[in-house]
Nanobody, 123 residues
Framework: QVLLVESGGGLVQPGGSLRLSCAGS????????VGWFRQVSEKEREFVAT??????YYADPVKGRFTISRDTAKNTVYLQMDKLKPEDTAVYYC??????????????????WGQGTQVTVSS
C-alpha cells in the first residue's frame, strides 16, 4: 500500500521561502522518480521538479529558485522554495512513479499522488 503525504505549505510574502516535504510509505523513493507538480484552480496540473536517481530536473519558471532533494533514511523528498512569487501560488502535489527521463515532466507518467498542500504567496 503506497501513501504519499505532503506538508509544509502555507502563506508567505513575495520573496520569502517555504520548504515542502513529501513522506512516502510502501515504496522506496530511491527506486522511483519523485516529483512535484502544482495546480491553480481550473488550470492544468503542471510540472515543477523531479528527482530521479542522482539527477534533478526543473521547470523553467522555477529554475534557480527551487531545489528538490531526497533524504533516503527518512524516505522523504523535499522542495525548497526560495524567492517566491505570487504566480507560485497553487496546490502542490507530490508524485512518484517508475518514470523514464524523457517523460518525467508529464503528470501521466506518475501513478502515485499525495493529497496536496496549499502554497499562497501574497502581501
Amino acid at each position: 500500500q503506497v501513501l504519499l503525504v505532503e506538508s509544509g505549505g502555507g502563506l508567505v510574502q513575495p520573496g520569502g521561502s517555504l520548504r515542502l516535504s513529501c513522506a512516502g510509505s510502501g515504496l522506496r523513493f530511491n527506486n522511483y522518480g519523485v516529483g512535484w507538480f502544482r495546480q491553480v484552480s481550473e488550470k492544468e496540473r503542471e510540472f515543477v521538479a523531479t528527482i530521479k536517481g542522482g539527477s534533478t530536473y526543473y521547470a523553467d519558471p522555477v529554475k534557480g529558485r527551487f531545489t528538490i532533494s531526497r533524504d533516503t533514511a527518512k524516505n522523504t523528498v523535499y522542495l525548497q522554495m526560495d524567492k517566491l512569487k505570487p504566480e507560485d501560488t497553487a496546490v502542490y502535489y507530490c508524485a512518484a512513479g517508475r518514470v523514464i527521463t524523457s517523460s518525467l515532466r508529464m503528470k501521466n507518467s506518475y501513478n502515485y499522488w499525495g493529497q496536496g498542500t496549499q502554497v499562497t504567496v501574497s502581501s
